[in-house]
Each structure stands twice: as structure tokens, then as C-alpha cells.
């Protein structure tokens, strides 16, 4: 009750406030005789990226004079996904807002919330072109014709991280880790001998684990090119290759080489503390570890099965895009459009991609990239972009793009907890995993179909009232 | 003896009440039939298409075996909670009862874990139990017990139960320090005369004494336990591992706030509701009747 009355006396005081803010911004208005279109951009980067965020925009508002982009930090990415439903709800949907992978694929069942970024550009007669992007990171934003529907802001894709003062101290070579889950086994033995205390473990599992072993090895994740071609989407990555590779990390689990550190990133602290010596983590966890991690660190290639002939493919793209929302002015749209010109200049995306760790995401800001050294300096940055460019993305690696894919990524992490539990065999956790997801799914699937009958009938009596 | 105050004026009691029935209306009946409208609904996550599916929400449900087995973990799980957490309180307050010397600052210590939100509690509890760097953790392995809550189930549910009730002992402390101040001296020195033990005196007198304010308790604690825990479990376990702390409410939170599924959560949420309507009429029929006001 005590909270409640909080709350309400929160949301009294909230509306003169607001009423003021509105006169101001009047004021403000009626003084200049040119005022800058406002941009609303949401966001989900906070700490050291957050503030490279508002170093960005404040870049691009002293470039011009028309536009003043206001960034907001709304919390992490399901956060600002959760605002997100809620805005366009309410008809309060800002200009620009980043969006996390997991969310792509309601951003794109969403057509009448969304305004695709290619239209946006067209319309504003500044047309981005398709080719300058990296390959797997423009197919997974892009439609079935090739069109991008938003800009691919901050990506990123699993590398393996190793102590080298644990393998110095266990033998091993520090300049070379792994290459193939064959060869693992040894160098998490000689670790484990050498003392430490932990060997293998990872962060995202599911990402990791599941979705990017799937590609890197040319295996389907869901049908439908792991639903990019449509939400009729099931899953179907109980393959051979997965039910090995189950299998082997649940012995592994067993006789201790591999760590399970639970869903999320906790892993990372791990890792940084020297507990672990060896970590599949996201390519953007490198600054965070360089920062933390008090030994010396390699970044490798992710490790891969030899016998499978397509591997190793191409790494998937994790991270977010940014989306224009729909449903603005002209003038707003133009606004944006330049923001978003902005943002894929090469020399723009070439300092973020330097200063934050996320893969550049045209080629032209690698090519720049490459040609400073800094690759010379920082060899990690490069490992990702090595991985993500390796092949052609194919059917099975442009990309998963699925509905309720934050509800299929916890049913996958619960499964896999079962198999180290010793509750499950791999191959059933494996099965219940894929159908459980598949439940959601087909709910996904009749959910945002495009209006029918039935939807037609549904719009008829609500205008009736 | 009974009082009676009579309003003079027809409308006066009514304006009285009136906020009182507002914020019921606002916060409870509101969202109550909200809920139970969306539960018929099948829509996207931004609410662009709406479909009304009749009881398909419910069908779905009951269907997923993991969905039943979360019936199971929230009936242990409010057990626990609502069990320990009047235990522990009753033995804290009867304690601080007897206190004389500093009892103002034993109070105040014991009333401070309220002030902290159930999500923060769920984070410094996490934190201590940490698998690899918690406080506790490290002791635990130096008495040899292998403590890994994200991959044992039963570890998750002790640290997730452990974290509901440290934030809830202080509103039940509260209650039975007020209530134990409230039973008269005079009976207990009576007893004592009669040659009663502090023990027995407890179990005889305090007790019973005690019941209505114990009842009370109970319903409260079963209601949190059910509905205002979730923070809690997000901010430690998240539901795992492999299910083993995905207790209803927080399915309804996963569902519903974190996934954008209005409709299956709703389902749920109308589901819990019938849950804990039930268990309240219960506790009102059966158990009331043993306590003695």
C-alpha cells in the first residue's frame, strides 16, 4: 500500500513537471527563428559505451545546425524493447531506437509501427548503398529483396579468449590456442594439471553454445534459412552435430573441464579473475577484459569440428541495429535520414568500431581501419571480423531471425542446465528444446500474420464503438 | 460495551471511504479485468494486431508440462517462504521481546531489511553466493560443501528462498513484537506463579495469544511469497536452472513484461489469481475457526 501511494504521489507531481517542460520547449521555439528538429534516440549502451555514444551524437550536433539528436539511455536491450512496446502502445514511439538481435524479428512483424531505413534514405534522397556493408552483417538486417530495414549499429560475434600466463605455466604454446574441438581436450587437461582452477566456460550459452556452432559448421538453427525467410519458422537444430556436441561438453562437464557459469555473462568476471582460463565470449567483451584482467590474454579464432566439410563457415552476428519508427513528419524523416548518413560515414564507423570493440559494420570502415595499423596493435579486433568474413554467409549462417527468440533462448539455457544436471540425455534435451520453442513459435506465427478475415472483422466492431 | 459511531450525514461515511475504494478500484479491480480480457487475446508485442482466441491462452498452458511443474516448485517454494519466514520472525521477536538494554537499536536493525526493494535484496544475496567469487561461497567450499546454485537445482530454490524471506522477516518481526507487547503481563507472571517454565509459558500462553495476529501473517506471506517475489528470482536465478526456481509469478513477469506475450501471460496471471482466491478462502474457512481473537 506504502508503495502505492508512493507511486501515486510520484505521478501527481510528474504532470505539472511535464506541463512546464512543454512551455519551455515553446518558448524556446518562438525565440529562434529556425529551431533544430528534435530526434528522440533511444539506446542501451551504458558505461564506457554509453558514454562513446553521447561523444557520437554530440559530434553530430556540432556538424550541423538543423538536426539535435537527443540520446537516452533506457536501460539494457530488453529494457529498451519493453519501452518500446509500450511507447508505440501509447503512440509515444521515439524517432530512432536500438534494437538487440533477439528483437529483429518483431521489429519486422511490426511493418505498421516501422519505417524501414531503406525507405527512409530514398525518400530523403540519400540512398545508402547495400554492397558497402560487410556482407553477414547487412543479410541479417536486410529483407528477402536485399533492402536494409535498419542500420547495424553495434555488432559483434563469439571469439575464444585464453589466459597465456596459464598456458605458459601448463606447457602450452600461448601464441597458438586450439583450433578444433578435437584438439581441446589436451589444452583444458594441461590447464587443469597446471592448476587452475577451472578450464572452459562461456558467456550467452545459447548464442554461443547452440546458434553460432550451428553456423559455424554450416548447420541449420530453424527452417525457413533459420527464419529470415519467413515466420512459418520451426526449429530444427537437434542435429547430428549438435547432439555430439552436447554430448562432449556434458563429459567434458563432468570431469571438470567445462564450467558452467549460468545464463548471461557472468562468465566474463570469471575469466577476468583468472579463475577460468579459457572463454568463448562475445568479440565486444575485449575491452572490458583488457580492462580488468590483471594477465595476459590471447584472442583466437572460435574452435570448430575438422570433420565437418563446410566448417569452419562464417560466425553469426550478434548486437543491435538501429530502427526509425514510423508514423513522423517529413521534416522529422529528413532529420533522421541524416543521422543515419552520418553514422555510416566510413571515418565515423571506423572510430567506434576502434573505440568500442564492435566489428565495423561497412567495408570501408574495416578498410580504413586496417590501413591506421591498428590492427598491428589491437590483433583481436581483427579476429572477430576475420571470422564474420571468412565465407560467404550462407543459408544456415546469414543469420537467425526468430519470434519469442528471448523465450527460445531461455528454453535452450534451461535445457542445456538439465544435461549438466544429469536430468536429461542430450539428444531428449535436446528435442524438448527444440519442441518447446516450436510452441512459441506457431503462437508468433498466428499472432502477427498479416490481417485476414479475422483481423478485418476485429477492426470493424472496434470502429463500431 | 460495543461501540457505536453514527454518522449523521448519508454521504459522509461514502466520501470517507471513497479514496480508499479508488485506489482499489485504479490498482486492483482495473487491471484485474484487464487481465482477465487480455487472457481471451492473442496479439503481437506492440499490440499493432489483435486476435481474440477464446480460451486457446488456457489450452496452451495447461499443456506444457513445464507449466505444471511450476505448480509444484511455487507450492514449496511459498512453503518455505511463508513457513520459515513466520518461524524465524516469531523467534526475533520473542527475543527482542526480553531485550532491555539497546532494545531500540535491536529494533531498528531487525525492522531495516523492509526498507530494501526485493530485486536489490535478490542481488546482495546473489552476490554473497556467488558460485565463483561470493563471500559465502568460499566458506562453504572450506567446509567441503560444493556450492554451484547454477547448475543445482535444489542450492537455486535455498538461495532464492533465503533471499524472500530475509525482506519479508521484518514486516512479520513488526507484527509479533506489537503482538507479544500486547498480551498482558498479568497472565504470564500468573502462570509463573503457578510454576510455569519460560517454555511452557511460551507454548500455553503466548501461543495461543498470539494466533490471530499468526493467522494474519500467514495469508500475507502466502501472498507475497506468490505474487511479490519475482524480483527476487530475476535478479538471482532468473528461473533456473533447468526450471528449478520458476515459480508462477515470475513466469507471468518472463512472459508478460520481458517477452511482450500479453496473452499467455495474462492467462497465467488470471490463473494465480484463482490460485491464491482459493487459498485465501481457505485459510479464512478452515484455519480461522482455530484461532482464538
Known amino acids: 500500500m506504502f508503495r502505492v501511494a508512493i507511486a501515486l504521489m510520484a505521478a501527481l507531481l510528474a504532470v505539472p513537471l511535464a506541463a512546464a517542460e512543454k512551455t519551455a520547449a515553446k518558448k524556446t521555439a518562438a525565440h529562434k527563428t529556425v529551431a533544430p528538429t528534435q530526434i528522440q534516440f533511444w539506446h542501451a549502451m551504458s558505461g564506457a559505451r554509453g558514454a562513446e555514444i553521447d561523444a557520437l551524437v554530440a559530434r553530430f550536433n556540432a556538424s550541423q545546425k538543423k538536426v539535435r539528436v537527443v540520446a537516452t539511455y533506457k536501460g539494457p536491450y530488453d529494457v529498451v524493447e519493453r519501452e518500446l512496446f509500450a511507447a508505440v502502445r501509447d503512440k509515444k514511439a521515439p524517432h530512432l531506437v536500438q534494437i538487440y538481435e533477439l528483437g529483429t524479428a518483431d521489429m519486422i512483424a511490426a511493418r505498421d509501427a516501422v519505417k524501414p531505413i531503406w525507405r527512409l534514405m530514398v525518400e530523403a534522397g540519400t540512398p545508402l548503398k547495400h554492397d558497402a556493408f560487410v556482407p553477414p552483417v547487412a543479410a541479417y538486417f536486410s529483407d528477402s529483396k536485399g533492402r536494409l530495414l535498419a542500420l547495424p549499429f553495434n555488432t559483434s560475434t563469439p571469439v575464444l579468449y585464453y589466459n597465456k600466463d596459464a598456458f605458459r605455466k601448463a606447457g602450452l604454446d600461448p601464441e597458438h590456442a586450439p583450433k578444433t574441438w578435437y584438439q581441446m581436450p589436451q589444452a583444458l587437461r594441461a590447464v587443469l594439471d597446471a592448476g587452475a582452477k577451472c578450464a572452459l566456460t562461456t558467456t550467452w550459452p545459447s548464442w554461443v553454445l547452440v546458434e553460432n556452432m550451428g553456423a559455424w559448421h554450416n548447420q541449420p538453427f530453424a527452417t525457413e534459412d533459420n527464419g529470415m525467410d519467413g515466420n512459418d519458422a520451426r526449429l530444427n537444430f537437434n542435429t547430428r552435430l549438435m547432439v555430439r556436441w552436447v554430448s562432449m561438453l556434458a563429459s567434458w562437464y563432468k570431469a571438470g573441464y567445462f564450467s558452467w557459469s549460468g545464463r548471461g555473462n557472468a562468465a566474463e568476471t570469471r575469466f577476468a579473475s583468472g579463475e577460468c582460463a579459457l572463454l568463448t565470449a562475445s568479440s565486444s567483451s575485449y575491452a572490458e577484459l583488457r580492462r580488468a584482467a590483471r594477465f595476459d590474454f590471447g584472442v583466437a579464432q572460435l574452435p570448430y569440428y575438422d570433420d565437418f566439410p563446410d566448417a569452419p563457415q562464417n560466425t553469426l552476428i550478434g548486437g543491435a541495429a538501429l530502427w526509425a519508427m514510423g508514423g513522423k513528419t517529413r521534416v522529422e524523416y529528413r532529420a533522421m535520414a541524416k543521422f543515419i548518413a552520418y553514422l555510416a560515414q566510413p571515418d565515423v564507423q571506423a572510430h567506434w568500431h576502434q573505440t568500442t570493440g564492435y566489428v565495423p559494420i561497412t567495408k570501408a570502415a574495416y578498410e580504413l581501419t586496417e590501413k591506421s595499423g591498428f590492427y598491428l596493435s589491437h590483433p583481436g579486433h581483427q579476429v572477430a571480423v576475420r571470422q564474420l568474413l571468412l565465407r560467404n554467409p550462407t543459408r544456415e549462417s546469414k543469420g537467425i531471425r526468430l519470434g519469442h527468440f528471448l523465450q527460445i533462448r531461455a528454453i535452450i539455457e534451461d535445457e542445456l542446465e538439465a544435461v549438466w544436471a544429469d536430468r536429461a540425455t542430450p539428444i531428449d534435451a535436446l528435442n524438448a528444446a527444440v519442441e518447446r520453442g516450436n510452441t512459441l513459435l506457431s503462437q508468433f506465427d498466428r499472432a502477427t500474420k498479416p490481417a485476414k478475415k479475422k483481423a478485418a472483422k476485429g477492426r470493424k466492431t472496434s470502429a463500431a464503438k | ?293
Open chain 2, 1 to 293: 460495551m460495543e461501540k457505536r459511531v453514527v454518522f449523521r450525514s448519508a454521504w459522509l461515511p461514502y466520501l470517507l471511504v471513497a479514496p480508499q475504494i479508488a485506489i482499489t478500484v485504479v490498482f486492483f479491480f482495473w487491471p484485474a479485468v484487464q487481465a482477465i480480457w487480455y487472457s481471451f487475446l492473442l496479439q503481437d508485442a506492440f499490440g499493432l494486431k489483435t486476435q481474440f482466441v477464446g480460451l486457446q491462452n488456457f489450452v496452451t498452458l495447461f499443456h506444457d508440462p513445464h507449466y505444471l511443474q511450476s505448480f509444484k516448485i511455487t507450492a514449496v517454494f511459498s512453503v518455505l517462504v511463508a513457513g520459515s519466514g513466520i518461524v524465524i520472525s516469531l523467534v526475533l521477536a520473542a527475543m527482542a521481546d526480553r531485550v532491555i538494554r539497546g532494545a531500540l537499536a535491536y529494533k531498528t536493525l531487525l525492522i531495516w531489511p523492509y526498507a530494501v526493494a526485493p530485486a536489490i535484496a535478490g542481488v546482495l544475496w546473489a552476490f554473497m553466493f556467488a558460485p565463483s567469487i561470493g563471500i559465502v561461497t568460499y566458506a562453504l567450499k572450506k567446509m567441503g560443501v560444493d556450492w554451484n546454485w547454477v547448475v543445482n537445482g535444489e542450492q537455486a530454490m535455498l538461495l532464492v528462498v533465503i533471499a524472500a524471506v530475509w525482506n519479508q522477516i521484518s514486516y512479520n518481526f513488526l507484527f509479533f513484537l506489537a503482538g507479544l507487547q500486547s498480551i498482558p503481563r498479568s497472565l504470564i507472571e500468573a502462570a509463573a506463579i503457578d510454576g510455569a517454565g519460560p517454555t511452557r509459558r511460551f507454548w500455553s500462553i503466548v501461543l495461543p495469544l498470539l494466533s490471530p495476529t499468526t493467522f494474519f501473517l500467514l495469508v500475507i506471506n502466502i501472498v507475497y511469497a506468490f505474487f511479490a517475489t519475482f524480483g527476487v528470482i530475476d535478479a538471482t536465478t532468473q528461473g533456473g536452472p533447468a526450471g528449478a526456481t520458476q515459480i508462477l509469478v515470475y513466469k507471468v513477469f518472463y512472459d508478460g513484461v520481458k517477452a511482450g506475450d500479453l496473452g499467455g501471460s495474462s492467462a497465467q496471471s488470471v490463473v494465480l489469481m484463482f490460485i491464491v482466491i482459493t487459498l485465501t478462502v481457505i485459510q479464512f474457512r478452515f484455519i480461522e475457526r482455530r484461532v482464538q481473537y
